[in-house]
């Protein structure tokens, strides 16, 4: 079974709500199986439009991913998201 990743490319706008978000979102991630392979960090833009902040997370299927990100924990943390940053989260299947 392929592995799911989500995916996230962000500019926080507001660091004070998007901490709030990070809490409620790395217990979310925890809960449901996630374990996170970059979290910000340095970054290099090679090509295109980049993000300073840029978030990988493995779960063991895309379904689990999916549970995850539509989970009342996440998403009850993603409202804490809503106008902190402009980005881009996408859920993508891996080997």
Known sequence: ???????????????????????????????????PLVRGGAYEALQGEARPRNVVIEFDSVEQARTYYNSPEYQAAKAKRDGACVGEFVLVEGA
Not at 5 to 10: E, K, L, N, P, W
Not at 14 to 26: D, L, M, Q, S, V
Request: aromatic share 12%; no cysteine; glycine share 12%.
């Open 1 to 35: 079974m392929p592995k799911g990743y989500v995916i996230a490319r962000v500019t926080v706008t507001n660091p004070e709500a998007y901490a709030e978000y990070a809490k409620g979102a790395t217990e979310a991630i925890r809960q449901y199986g996630g374990r």
